[in-house]
């Protein structure tokens, strides 16, 4: 397992750089020059000339490239063109926003699909089957944009019980600390404070949690069903075992091992930044960020983000493949072991 | 082995589902009491929409930064403007200029280059530091070459650069409170520059010193009615009412910038009591506001909406030819449908409240007739047309809608116009280089001075002049213009610019912006400055 976990962090290396070289291509190569977009109205060429040069942007695009990498590896991403901050400054200031409503929209996504895949394997062809899979359609179905613009206007805009943006009202907002709202507010026991953050995090938990609980439900439901076909659950049945001890102690279980698999890369995808969720609640992430950086031509930033969301998803990629091979003794891993 | 790698797997499965059952359980209890909470907070839960010594303004997007030498965009200014001052002002609804921080207006030596500016005493920063000619000498010196670096965009513009023979040449500080700018060339706008929110501001020596060299200060410190709080990224911006202001004490005590940068959930803020005052409304979504009880601001910008001719190359280099266009385009009908009334038909290259003579300026009237007599004895059958499709302040539908309206109204006159459209990124680029006979371009104003609207045309840069015209007399006119001090002799100088334009046709008016934002009855004395900032000072908001 050592040697497969060694293996696999060394097969990140070549994924990370294959990651850069590609998003080095679309910012520096095929990208329109950010020069005029950054200095505005007012660049001159010779004031376009002397910003390219102060940025490194007038040499080769390869020594960009070995630059870019060499500052990447001691953590130095650049500055933002736009802030004139460090890069990695920029996206620690918003990131913990990202990962704090990426595990709120998760655990709402687990329990949620879990349960109606549950409901759904185990009421097969009836009611609560069709209800369920009608939810998980709606929630594949429905883009986010459109279905967090419903919740806005249903709770704040008509029925005014949820607010519409923002993470925190601004004057109750904890400073220094973690980042993380509800963990900063818990330890100061500003409950006030962790109330405006919870409610802040209602609607974009919801609109974000939709897709990801979706998903959950549907494999939820398909490994269910497979489970409890299975020879084992039958023989537990014949043994008298009662049907909820069965469904939950012998079926689900088992059903879980793909659906942690799901939750793992869901999470890894949510913890890359909501882009549409981010931008329709004012949700101030790097998703957010990475917009506005796009638009601006602050290529940079982009970099940065897309390098983090890389990295992400690897880890949670090994993570997965590492929780999956320790809860399932069958699944073995390296050449020697399946030989 | 396998024994005990079984038995951790269930314990883990069990600590799983257990801390997974229980956060979900700590979350949902912590969400039905939290409400109640907020709303006796009064914060900007909906319930109670904010106190009355709270100001709540909606941003588009996140400040470029908090150093007035260090941004050129609107959402910045707005903010800084309520924190740091210049040495002079402009009227609460114009461009006329009186003293802030300077005790009067300067004393200019007859060959205007000499500008003598005695200082008000007594002000102190927000740290407590004086203000004095110390100061103000630090604020400038540091956006002079070679001090200056190239992040910083308004620097050249309001004082001017060496190579180009403009600008300030020295600042010198004459005793504590009197300050002498010595200029390269004599320049009329340079007072009015002196009032802008971008470059202008005089900011603390202390703040300058404290941050890093090369670097935007990032804990502001001016003199301003409002102190900086705090900033998180992409979130909120919040200040506070600076207790020791020298001037009248601002009504309010908390300023609170948000951004959103979503139009519709910005409405929805307003609506909803979260935002008090919301920029940039999208002229479709006014009836909702109003008919929501809002009130609206509506006035005009300080933008010209225009389209192009190339008059270097290609078939509109010769007069006639643009004149015959502009004959086929109904302006006034074009406006009305794309705009509505969210825009004025511009008449003149400035707006009316920059340019007051603007009735007296003779636009090429619409007459199909004789545009299709003269284009098509010129043997004019096509043109190529390029475009933008981005929102701009000066064009908040885009240029694509215009284009194929003036598409239309040449078809009319048996002319066939292909259309390219870029996004704005790009179409600043292919505007130089791509091939046209007409585009579409804008402006807006930084300084409420003519000559920033005037001298586009005299600009030897194409991405500034994308008409490539360039007429002799016109820029003697412009250097005069320059040279003349405010008065009589400076309009009747510009109103004759205005005339030149209208008669050899290097562009086609079309429309002034209006600056549309949406705000709460409750707020009281709220005015959005023509020059694209909104002064908090006099602003309050019943409870």
Known sequence: ?339 | MESKSSFSRRQFMELLGVSAAGFGLVSMAGCGGGGDDAKKEGGDAPAAGGASDTITYSLTADPRAVDPAYFDDGESAVVSCNMYEGLYQYGKTDAKVSPCLAKDLPEISDDGLVYTIKLNEGIKFHDGTDFNAEAVKKSIERQLEPNRNSDMPYASFVFGEEEAGNGVEKVEAVDDYTVKITMRAASAPFVKNLAMALASPIVAPSAIEKATDGQAITDPVGTGPYKFVNWTKGASITLVANEDYWGDAPKTKNLIFKIITEGNTRITSLINGECDIISSVDPSAVDQIVDGGFELFSEDGMTINYMAFNTETGKCTDQEVRKAVAQAINVEEMVKSIYGDYATVANSVMPLWMAPYDKDVKQTAYDPEAAKKALADKGITSLQCITYTTARPYNQKGGSDLARMIQGYLAEVGVDVSITEYDWTTYKTKVQTDPYDICFYGWTGDNGDPDNFMNLLADTNWSMNVAHWQDDEYKALIAEGLATPDGDERDAIYLKCEEMVAEKQPWVLISHSKNLLGYSPKVKDFYYHPTGVAFFKGVSKEA
């Not at chain 1, 986010?144 to 005014?160: K, Q, T």
């Open chain 1, 1 to 339: 397992m050592l040697k497969y976990i060694l293996k696999r962090i060394l097969m990140v290396i070549p994924v990370l750089l294959g990651v850069t070289i590609i998003i080095f291509l679309i910012t520096r190569v095929l990208a329109p020059d950010p020069a005029p977009v950054v200095l505005g109205e007012h660049a001159t060429p010779e004031a376009m000339a002397t910003w390219r040069a102060d940025n490194g942007l007038d040499s080769p695009i390869w020594m960009q490239y070995i630059n870019f990498i060499v500052g990447a590896v001691q953590g130095d991403l650049g500055m933002s063109y736009y802030t004139h901050q460090p890069v990695t400054a920029e996206i620690a200031a918003r990131f913990p926003a990202t990962a704090e409503l990426a595990i709120c929209a998760i655990i709402v996504a687990s329990l949620l699909g879990v349960t109606l895949g549950v409901l759904a394997a185990v009421k097969k062809n009836k009611l609560a089957d069709n209800v369920s899979m009608l939810i998980a359609l709606v929630g594949v179905s429905m883009p986010i944009f459109w279905s967090g613009i419903l919740l806005i206007l249903l709770f704040a805009g008509i029925l005014h019980v949820l607010p519409s943006s923002g993470r925190v009202t601004p004057l109750l907002q904890p400073t220094g600390g973690t980042g993380f709202f509800i963990l900063d507010t818990i330890m100061r026991a500003d409950w006030t404070a962790l109330g405006d953050v919870l409610i802040h995090l209602i609607l974009p938990t919801l609109a974000l949690s939709l897709y990801s609980m979706a998903i959950i439900t549907r494999m939820t439901r398909s490994s269910m069903l497979e489970t409890l076909n299975a020879d084992y659950i039958r023989t537990a049945r014949a043994k008298g075992l009662k049907k909820g001890t069965v469904n939950i102690k012998h079926a689900l279980r088992n059903a879980m091992l793909p659906v942690s698999t799901v939750i793992g890369l869901q999470f890894g995808s949510l913890l890359g930044g909501a882009l549409l969720t981010e931008t329709v609640f004012a949700w101030p992430g790097i998703g957010k960020f990475a917009v506005d950086c796009v638009l601006k031509s602050d290529f940079p930033v982009v970099q940065g983000i897309v390098l983090l969301v890389a990295v992400i998803f690897v880890i949670m990629n090994l993570v997965v493949d590492i929780v999956y091979a320790y809860l399932d003794p069958r699944i073995k891993y390296g050449a020697k072991e399946e030989g």
